[in-house]
């Protein structure tokens, strides 16, 4: 059974450019929420999806915006990348009240 | 707005012994609080969720306990081995069930 998978690994982008990371939930999950974290820092949640739509989210600016597929996989799209967004980008996915199960992360570089 | 603080942000111990991991957060309304454990450049591999109605969860050496009265849990853990040594964060979710908020988690190293 598969977990939490999560593309690319790493990622180097320069300033002013766009990503998009993707995350594939666990079997049988059908929420997925996106998290930032610094070196350092404990994650930071940017916002989550269930049945498609954007269920909550996290203090951060529009340029970052995501997606969730019929398949309850999802995309996050950060546009105009700024040096402050080189971080670490997990996705966790869970069902219910059961626990959420992290992906190993997009490490992402902006030069 | 909910604030989870983790102390200490790093300990060390000698292999065999038994540790605990402190966790405070300032909104006792919470849905859940999970522990992870963070290996250097991975993702968070879940330890122990407690729902907001438990008191503890044990899982073979650890044992996690929450006090919402006192926004409080701790992460026990018995009989260390050089293996634990990872961070520890511990994350609160709120009562709607969606964001999460995280410590900064503790950096446990245990010696041989």
């Known amino acids: 059974d598969a977990g939490v998978t999560q593309s690319p690994t790493h990622l180097i982008k320069t300033r002013g450019q766009q990503v998009t990371l993707r995350c594939s939930p666990k079997s049988g999950h059908d929420t997925v929420s996106w998290y930032q974290q610094a070196l350092g820092q404990g994650p930071q949640f940017i916002f989550q999806y269930y049945e498609e739509e954007e269920r909550q989210r996290g203090n951060f600016p529009d340029r970052f915006s995501g997606h969730q597929f019929p398949n309850y996989s999802s995309e996050l799209n950060v546009n105009a990348l700024l040096l402050g967004d080189s971080a670490l980008y997990l996705c966790?996915?869970?069902?219910?009240?059961?626990?959420?199960?992290f992906g190993d992360g997009t490490r992402l570089s902006i030069l | 707005k909910q604030e989870v603080t983790q102390i200490p942000a790093a300990l060390s111990v000698p292999e065999g012994e038994n540790l605990v991991l402190n966790c405070s957060f300032t909104?006792?309304?919470?849905?859940?609080l999970q522990w992870f454990r963070q290996d250097p450049g991975k993702g968070l591999t879940s330890l122990l969720l407690i729902q907001s109605s438990q008191r503890e969860q044990t899982s073979g050496r650890l044992n996690a306990s929450l006090d919402k009265s006192s926004g409080r849990s701790t992460l026990y853990i018995a009989a260390s081995q050089p293996g634990d040594s990872a961070t520890y964060l511990c994350a609160v979710m709120g009562t709607n069930a969606g964001k999460s908020t995280f410590g900064d988690g503790t950096t446990l190293t245990v010696k041989p």
């Open positions: 909104d006792s309304a919470i849905y859940n």
């Open positions: 966790a996915s869970s069902w219910g009240d059961q626990p959420q199960h």
